[in-house]
C-alpha cells in the first residue's frame, strides 16, 4: 500500500512539473473529458480510463495486469490531484497479454471498481452497441497521455483528436483501427502514444472502443496506426460484471 501510494505520488510530481499534454497531434479538452480519468499502476505505469458509473471506469486490461495496484486520479474543481483506491477490478477472459507477439487474438478491457464515488462533475458514458465502424467512419480519439514520444514526461493533460477508421488487414469484429486522416496510416500524424491506453474513441455521442495500442514510422512506436477494442461485441461481459456489481452501462446504437 505505502509502496503504490509513494509511486503514484512521484507520477503526479512528474506530470505537474512539465507542460502537460496528450494524444500525439492532439487538441486540449473535448467532449468527453467528463468520462475520463487516468488509471495509474503501483510500477509508474500510466493508462487513461473511461468513467462508466460514479464508482466504475473502463479501461485496458493490460494497464491493470502490469501493477499489483492501482490508483484512479484526477484534479479537483480547485486544480488539485486526488488518488482514489480502487476496490475491485474484472479483466475480460478473452485478454492475453503476449497477443501482440503471439499474433493471437486478445480482447484488451478490463472493469475497475472504485471504492468512493467520483464527484457528480463526472458525467457516465454512453457506450455503443454497434459492430466495429467501417473504414471512413471519422472518430475521435481521447486520453492522458504523451503529448510527444519524446516527451515521455508530457502526459497529464486530456487531449483529443479526430481520425478515421480505416481497415489495414480487412474488416475487423473486435478490432478498430484509426489513424490520421491525413495520411491513412501511410504518414505519421495525430494518434495515441503512451498513456492513453484505456481512453474514449467515440462515434458522436458513443464510445464505441477504447484504445489499446498504437504504433509509428520505423522505431517510433506512435502516430501512424492507433488500435481499439470494440466494445459492442463485448457488451455481454460488460453488463454481466456491472450487473454483479450491481451498476448498469448506458448503451445506444
Known amino acids: 500500500m505505502v509502496r503504490s501510494l509513494r509511486v503514484a505520488a512521484t507520477a503526479l510530481v512528474t506530470l505537474a512539473a512539465v507542460p502537460a499534454g496528450a494524444v500525439v497531434g492532439g487538441r486540449e479538452g473535448g467532449a468527453w473529458e ?24 473502463l479501461t485496458a486490461a493490460h494497464c491493470v495486469k502490469n501493477a499489483p495496484e492501482h490508483r484512479i486520479h484526477f484534479r479537483s474543481a480547485a486544480g488539485e490531484p486526488v488518488l482514489v483506491t480502487t476496490a475491485g477490478i474484472a479483466v475480460h477472459p478473452g485478454y492475453r497479454a503476449e497477443a501482440v507477439a503471439r499474433r493471437e487474438r486478445s480482447v484488451d478491457i478490463a472493469l475497475v471498481r472504485l471504492a468512493e464515488p467520483l464527484p457528480d462533475s463526472f458525467a457516465p458514458a454512453r457506450l455503443s452497441a454497434a459492430a466495429p465502424p467501417a473504414a471512413g467512419t471519422r472518430l475521435a480519439l481521447g486520453g492522458y497521455g504523451v503529448a510527444r514520444e519524446d516527451e515521455p514526461r508530457s502526459s497529464g493533460t486530456f487531449r483529443t483528436a479526430d481520425l478515421a477508421a480505416v481497415e489495414p488487414y480487412g474488416r475487423g469484429a473486435i478490432l478498430v483501427w484509426l489513424a490520421d486522416p491525413a495520411g491513412l496510416g501511410k504518414r505519421p500524424g495525430a494518434g495515441a502514444c503512451e498513456g492513453d491506453s484505456g481512453g474514449p474513441i467515440a462515434d458522436g455521442g458513443s464510445i464505441v472502443a477504447v484504445t ?5 514510422a520505423g522505431k517510433a512506436t506512435c502516430g501512424l496506426l492507433t488500435q481499439g477494442i470494440a466494445l459492442g461485441p463485448q457488451r455481454a461481459w460488460i453488463d454481466a460484471t456491472l450487473a454483479r456489481w450491481g451498476r448498469m452501462a448506458q448503451w445506444g446504437e
Do not use: H, I, Q
Open 34 to 57: 467528463r468520462s475520463a480519468v487516468m488509471v495509474l499502476g503501483s510500477r509508474g505505469n500510466v493508462c487513461s480510463g473511461v468513467v462508466l458509473a460514479a464508482d466504475v471506469v
Open 212 to 216: 489499446s495500442w498504437s504504433t509509428g
